[in-house]
């Protein structure tokens, strides 16, 4: 029985090690903290009263003692006004890429801010909006060759964008420019990398080319809006992608009750990707948030699962403004509409304990060849998510609970053996003794050694 189980979990492709390599990437992870980093999304327009740099500054020291390792800030150039959208307009919606937006502060409040959060100890990285920008951007009168042009010579709307106007990527010194003002940041504020908005809506080898020419600066992190799945060619450029399809497939799982095992299917598929790139693991961001609903309208009772799921697999955990407490509302993309904070951050210790295991145990590098992950077999396969992670001798076991109901069951798999410790308990388990549960609705495990 034992040799059959194990053969599944081979057929299944989990394993991290042994699946296909990409070909290597054009510049290797120049820094080991990407492997074991999160990233937390800021929302600046309405993380605060203030909505400003200085105004959220107060906010670092609580976000590092809940484990935060990078904070990626969205668009801080100055918006657009010509067709913006509501009264405040889309920070995707750019009217200058070598300048702040008044709205958050200064440069100097952005320097200033980066630096506290350096000493702080965490990672900067910045959105980057190359694809497009908005009607009134500088360029559209300083270059208007910059742009791609309809047959009539106007500006070339973006798809379902009516606020912005697509770049024209065959002009070369177009490509110079924005490079240029890639390098801006980087000299002038010392932010360590970007994530590039609908990074695979630009030609791959404008990617190619420009992250040597901005890395002559320093190394930095790119983190890439696109799905690996479906954009292979980018992996060779960013360090880490979205996860798109997991995130819909994982959705419409919960909500239309699809079976479990094409969430696993996928899993296989993305872990045949290989470790030269990682993945971005998430239940909300700002797009989705606002758009789609919180995290707790597309994922219900599934939701804690699905937060250890992200911290947990084969990658790097992504988290939004406000998910700490939790935020369980809407927020306005083009209006000031701040977050509802508390004192008490409910969810703050729940991730607390997930971000500082990714960051401690070598079981959860994400993108590191030396870690193997297996996709265990239970009694319960159609309602229960389990793996193991293992490096050397360090494990981290996960047991997640993807039903509506509670659920009782077994793990019967060699590669789940000795004792563990749980990490949000405390308690130890040897599973020499027996490896049997019994879940209610939402319930999770995670196990150390």
């Not at 019967?412 to 990490?423: A, K, L, P, Q, W």
Request: hydrophobic share 35%; aromatic share 14%; charged share 25%.
């Amino acid at each position: 029985m034992k040799k059959l189980i194990l053969l599944a979990v081979i057929g299944l492709g989990i394993v991290s090690c042994t699946t296909r390599k990409n070909t290597r990437k054009m510049t290797e992870l120049p820094k080991d903290w990407k492997h074991n980093t999160n990233i937390y999304e800021v929302n600046i327009r309405q993380y605060t009263q203030e909505g400003t740099f200085k105004a959220f500054a107060k906010e670092m020291p609580r976000l590092k003692s809940m484990g935060i390792k990078t904070l990626w800030f969205m668009p801080i150039t100055p918006i657009a006004q010509q067709n913006k959208k509501g009264s405040m307009g889309s920070p995707y919606a750019a009217s200058d890429y070598t300048s702040i937006n008044p709205e958050f502060g200064t440069l100097q409040d952005f320097k200033d801010m980066v630096n506290e959060a350096h000493r702080l100890g965490f990672k900067v990285i910045i959105d980057w909006v190359a694809n497009h920008t908005g009607w009134d951007h500088v360029w559209t009168k300083t270059h208007p060759e910059f742009y791609l042009k309809d047959p009539d010579g106007k500006f070339h709307i973006a798809s379902g964008m009516d606020d912005i106007i697509e770049l024209d990527y065959k002009n070369q010194e177009m490509r110079h420019a924005m490079i240029d003002a890639m390098k801006f940041w980087v000299q002038e504020t010392n932010i360590d990398g970007f994530r590039c908005d609908l990074a695979s809506w630009v030609e791959v080898d404008f990617w190619e080319q420009a992250r040597p020419e901005v890395e002559k600066v320093k190394p930095l992190f790119w983190l890439g809006e696109f799905d690996e799945l479906e954009s292979p060619e980018y992996g060779k450029v960013f360090d880490a992608s979205y996860s798109w399809k997991w995130m819909h497939k994982s959705a419409d799982y919960y909500k239309k009750n699809e079976p479990l095992q094409e969430l696993k299917d996928l899993l296989r598929q993305y872990s045949n990707i290989g470790d030269t790139s990682m993945r971005a693991w998430f239940t909300t961001n700002h797009d989705e948030n606002s758009w789609n609903g919180t995290e707790y309208e597309k994922y219900g009772v599934i939701t804690k699962p699905m937060a250890v799921f992200s911290a947990t697999w084969n990658g790097v955990p992504l988290l939004y403004s406000g998910q700490e407490l939790p935020n369980m509302k809407r927020l306005e993309f083009f209006e000031k509409d701040v977050i509802k904070w508390t004192n008490t951050y409910q969810v703050a210790d729940f991730y607390k304990t997930l971000l500082d295991l990714k960051a401690s145990n070598l079981a959860l590098r994400g993108g590191d060849s030396n870690v193997t992950t297996y996709l265990l077999n239970t009694t319960a396969n159609d309602k229960i998510l389990a793996y193991v992670r293992k490096n050397g001798n360090n494990e981290v076991l996960v047991v997640l609970n993807m039903s509506k109901e509670p659920v009782t069951f077994s793990i019967e798999d060699e590669h789940v053996s000795g004792t563990f410790r749980n990490v949000f308990d405390k308690t130890k388990r040897d599973f020499s003794n027996g490896k049997d549960f019994s879940f209610k609705v939402s319930d999770y495990a995670v196990f150390e050694k």
